[in-house]
């Protein structure tokens, strides 16, 4: 995987599609209720991007709903599918869900955030590393 990768993805009727280009910043799964029911299920895995590596090229469908204070969530007003995630906390930052990308196995997520709130069948012994909360919190051992 170079620094030169493009991805490319979108919503289930395909009204939203973006290009991402080169490596993300991380990726995760979230556990956190806000994500949860955001996605309507278990947990919400993200890619993170800075903001200038995502071009939006269709996006006239692309509806925001503020979720809480300083955060704002995209998905497509057509077919419903949860597409973006922006925060104050990650300042020029654009977070997709891994579950738009075309090629969902060309990312690896790396660990768990908010374990704190997931539930227990959303849990799998797959060795990666587990924080409790979010970026900076305590990791815990599987
Ligand atoms: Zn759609
Ligand atoms: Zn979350």
Redesign the pocket.
């Known amino acids: 995987m170079s620094e030169t990768t493009t991805r490319t993805g979108?919503?289930?009727?395909?009204?939203?599609r973006y290009r991402a280009e080169g490596k993300p910043l991380w990726v995760v799964h979230c556990h956190c209720v806000d994500c949860r029911r955001a996605a309507g299920a278990a947990f919400a895995t993200w890619v993170g991007y800075r903001n200038s590596q995502v071009t939006f090229e269709s996006e006239a469908?692309r509806q925001r709903y503020d979720s809480s204070p300083g955060v704002v969530r995209t998905f497509?007003?057509?077919?419903?599918?949860p597409i973006s995630f922006e925060g104050d906390k990650f300042p020029g930052e654009l977070h997709l869900m891994a579950g738009t990308l075309d090629e969902p196995s060309s990312v690896t997520p790396t660990h768990h955030v908010w374990t704190s709130e997931a539930v227990p069948w959303a849990l799998h012994a797959d060795g990666l590393k587990r924080r409790l909360g979010g970026p900076g919190s305590k990791y815990v051992t599987t």
């Open positions: 979108g919503c289930l009727c395909r009204a939203v469908k497509c007003a057509v077919c419903g599918t």
